[in-house]
């Protein structure tokens, strides 16, 4: 049986002009995450951070995909430690149809190395828009609720018990896309507040 398209389908194999848009569009979102990765590079020079052994905090790394959940990505991971045995990556992240996000992931020797600093400064999370994951995998990146909770929903002392039981933490902030233009300064706070909570951030 021959497989029927909808109208809809038929309108958008006919639209010539849609993937000259999405490669252009596509375009300046790698521009605007390499400006983030600019503001994120002055920023750091200009304080004192106890960084885990081997984040990288000059280099960085942009990859892009088309099918995560059907739709297209592009992150940049900067700075970034990304080894099987240790992950401190600050991921700057937009996905086609939810704007941006930036999240602080942590796994293994980085996480312990944050984990006491973050039960203890859970305050400095509150009232920020920071959301927690609550997934087993830590590789899933919507904000559904079966992966992200606000830090708020939590409650006294339930945050702090969160921080103390995950194998691995990520601490994410949303941006819509609308709001492109400060996702350079968006970013910038969103990653020295992270390194605040987690006592990186010395001065």
């Not at 904000?143 to 103390?164: C, K, P």
Request: glycine letters at 6%.
């Amino acid at each position: 049986m021959l497989p029927t398209l909808s109208p809809t389908e038929l309108q958008l194999l006919e639209n010539q002009a849609f993937f000259h848009t999405k490669a252009s569009a596509n375009d300046k979102i790698q521009l605007l995450l390499s400006e983030v990765k600019n503001q994120l590079l002055e920023t750091i020079g200009k304080h004192a951070i106890a960084w885990p052994d081997g984040v990288d905090v000059v280099h960085g790394k942009l990859t892009r995909g088309e099918n995560y959940l059907l739709r297209p990505w592009m992150v940049l991971d900067f700075p970034k430690l990304l080894d099987h045995d240790s992950i401190f990556a600050f991921r700057t992240l937009h996905w086609w149809g939810n704007g941006f996000s930036c999240t602080l992931q942590l796994h293994g020797h980085a996480l312990e190395q944050c984990r006491g600093a973050l039960i203890q400064n859970t305050l400095d999370l509150t009232g920020r828009g920071f959301y927690s994951c609550v997934n087993t995998n830590p590789w899933e990146h919507h904000d559904g609720i079966d992966n992200y909770r606000s830090v708020e929903s939590f409650g006294d002392g339930a945050l702090q018990q969160h921080f103390r039981e995950r194998m691995f933490i990520k601490l994410m902030r949303k941006l819509p896309v609308e709001r492109y233009l400060e996702l350079p300064t968006f970013a910038e706070s969103s990653l020295l507040q992270v390194l605040k909570a987690t006592g990186c951030l010395k001065s």
